[in-house]
């Protein structure tokens, strides 16, 4: 039994590493690369949780992989043009035929995180097509933030860092495999 996290950023990898150590301690936790299938920057819900779901499914193709994690961060303009930063968590339990089946058997749940009002001037540059990370390291003067605190530890000067969004959206994606009688009602409870 194993975890697979379909990347090698720290960020994500500790993410999981800190909710699935919770639940079962002594399971092994690993990032491997797998391509997301969608541009460095997405942009939008659905091109950011594609990009997840690609990755959980690279992951479950991983040979001891009980557990398959896609974690794509991603930035959504709103009607009024404010950038809007936020991660998708999708994971994939193996041989488990609750809801929503994954190529090769499984199930496959996905979640947002919570988000993040971007600068204008941040939300120009990505519009314009840059990606995130490298434009912040170059505003703020960082190497590569992205492994650490984040865009989201800078501007809230680490009360919230990346890791910890990237932890409770992990969490929040397991909720209908952590308590699967209450998902598979038919009915919704009133």
Do not use: C
């Not at 961060?73 to 994954?102: C, D, H, K, M, Y």
């Amino acid at each position: 039994m194993s975890a697979i996290v379909g990347s090698t950023s720290p960020a994500k990898v500790r993410a999981v590493q800190a909710v699935f150590g919770t639940l079962w301690p002594g399971l092994p936790v690993r990032g491997i690369d797998a391509r997301s299938g969608v541009p460095e920057q997405p942009i939008g819900v659905a091109q950011t949780r594609r990009g997840a779901v690609n990755r959980a499914r690279a992951a479950l193709r991983e040979p001891g992989a009980t557990w398959a994690l896609g974690l794509e961060g991603g930035v959504r303009f709103s009607s009024r043009g404010e950038a809007w930063l936020f991660g998708v968590v999708a994971v994939a339990q193996a041989q488990n035929q609750i809801q929503a089946p994954v190529q090769g058997g499984g199930t496959l749940h996905h979640t947002r995180s919570a988000e993040l009002r971007l600068p204008a001037q941040v939300a120009a540059r990505i519009r314009a097509g840059e990606e995130l990370g490298p434009l912040m390291d170059e505003l703020l003067g960082t190497v590569e933030i992205k492994k650490g605190v984040g865009t989201v530890g800078a501007f809230t000067r680490g009360l919230v860092t990346r890791p910890q969004v990237w932890q409770q959206t992990v969490a929040l994606a397991l909720a209908p495999l952590l308590t699967p009688e209450l998902y598979r009602s038919a009915e919704p409870p009133s």
